[in-house]
């Protein structure tokens, strides 16, 4: 499975590369090979966790390794949906880069199968980790998203409806986030109070969550009742990704706490 998971981070890098120079140099050929790479890879990964899973005996999410390959899988999934539903294929150079840095990331964890933790043995844990990885994926393509509108606002024949388009998947992409945050924060604490007797116990893997759920309801909140968007709310897109980030990883790093596993 080690060489598995290597090979894939080399096809999101590839794919990345190619679908960086395809942006550039205005080539379709590069791009349409970038997305069949980056398909390839998708496809992969989908194996790998399975496998990881099937060999765990349990869902592959268990650790902070298995956190960031499912991560790292959720962005690529949705990159999938919203090229598909959405035809956001503008949203590709934004995202596969996304995808292998936090597929990068799981490379420096450890990747040994461990024992499942007696306090993750619920019936909870896969709504609850499974909502976080939704939730995460969500907010990095809407820091994508309007990465790529800051880039494009600035140019003189750049389409005004194409603008609106990124606008509205962004704030789209972010009521979605938003929604499954709270059902990560809610299911937690249910959680919580089955395996600790407590429904919160500021644990900073807590506070941070909460941080975050309050950032983006403040996003929404502008949103909705100030009709705000677009260039201030493209930026305030980007600026909420590093705290989305440190909730991700930075927690665990420089606060060890309840949550310290994953």
């Known amino acids: ?53 099937l060999a765990a005996h349990r869902l592959p999410l268990s650790n902070q390794f298995e956190f960031s390959a499912a991560f790292s899988w959720g962005i690529s999934v949705m990159l999938c949906v919203a090229r598909l539903r959405y035809r956001a294929e503008w ?22 199968i461990t024992e499942l933790m007696p306090a993750l043995r619920s019936s909870w844990f896969a709504f609850h980790i499974g ?58 604490a249910i959680w919580a109070e089955q395996a600790w007797s407590s429904f919160w116990t500021w644990d900073p893997k807590e506070v941070w969550a909460l941080i ?5 309801a403040v996003y929404l909140h502008l949103r909705l009742r100030a009709k705000r968007s677009g260039v201030k709310m493209a930026w305030y897109a980007i600026i909420a990704v590093p705290v989305v980030l440190f909730t991700f990883a930075g927690v665990n790093m420089l606060m060890p706490g309840l949550h310290s596993y994953g």
């Open 1 to 53: 499975m080690n060489a598995l998971f290597f090979g894939i981070l080399i096809v999101y890098f590839a794919a990345s590369v190619l679908q960086f120079a395809a942006s550039v140099f205005k080539r379709e050929a590069l791009g349409r090979l970038a997305w069949a790479l980056f398909l390839a890879g998708l496809a992969a990964h989908t194996v790998f966790l399975v496998l990881r899973g």
């Open 91 to 112: 949203l590709s150079v934004a995202v596969m880069p996304m995808a292998f840095l936090v597929l990068s990331y799981a490379a420096l964890q450890p990747m040994e």
């Open 131 to 188: 909502s976080a990885v939704f939730s995460y994926s969500s907010f990095m393509l809407a820091g994508g998203a309007g990465l790529r509108y800051v880039v494009l606002s600035g140019r003189q024949d750049t389409d005004e409806l194409k603008l609106h388009q990124m606008d509205y998947l962004a704030y789209r992409l972010i009521a979605l986030g938003f929604l499954l945050l709270t059902v990560t924060i809610l299911t937690g």
């Open 212 to 216: 975050t759920w309050i950032l983006y």
